[in-house]
């Protein structure tokens, strides 16, 4: 019993050690770009089959892989040629990783949501918001180590914004 106590506490500090930085289209000018630049570069480069697969390392609960999609969404709304999409996110955290793959926020996490993104990919349930089965189904969420773990392989994409601020030199 004395054992089962200290491991829930060991836990509660493990995840409060845990930085979970991460908002919707955190940093404006980097997700203009991958809309306007670079995701449809990459979708362009796929022929019709092919699948657009992403990595998004540190995801937290899921906010950056979750932006993607919707970009990714909006850029193929009204296109005869869709391609598969997979973002593959992942975290050390378990308690993230349960939070991303149900994919309701409240308020004020979806406040730097483009309107128009709202509109079109979340539904309101109670006094929180969750987004749509069509974006939720294009990512897999996972738990996963990076310093441990093997890395993803053949993605056309990866995005390593929310693992960068856990790196510190001795890494």
């Given at each position: 019993k004395i054992l089962a106590k200290n491991k829930t506490e060991q836990d509660l500090l493990y995840n409060d050690l845990l930085i979970n930085v991460t908002s919707f289209f955190r940093d404006a000018e980097s997700f203009k770009y991958l809309?306007?630049?670079l995701l449809p570069r990459l979708l362009?480069?796929?022929n019709e089959g092919e699948t657009l697969r992403i990595w998004i390392p540190?995801?937290?609960s899921g906010q950056e892989a979750y932006s993607i999609a919707m970009i990714l969404a909006d850029l193929q709304?009204?296109?005869?040629?869709k391609i598969p999409v997979k973002i593959f996110a992942t975290d050390i955290?378990?308690?993230s990783i349960c939070d991303a793959r149900i994919g309701e926020y409240t308020p004020t996490e979806i406040k730097s949501i483009p309107k128009k993104y709202l509109k079109s990919f979340f539904t309101k349930g109670g006094e929180n918001?969750?987004?749509i089965k069509e974006i939720r189904e294009m990512c897999v969420f996972a738990v996963h180590n990076i310093l441990r773990d093997p890395p993803f392989s053949r993605m056309d994409f990866i995005s390593c914004r929310?693992?960068?601020i856990y790196m510190e030199p001795f890494l």
């Open positions: 809309k306007t630049t362009k480069s796929k540190a995801c937290s709304d009204n296109v005869s040629k955290s378990v308690d918001f969750q987004l929310n693992v960068l």
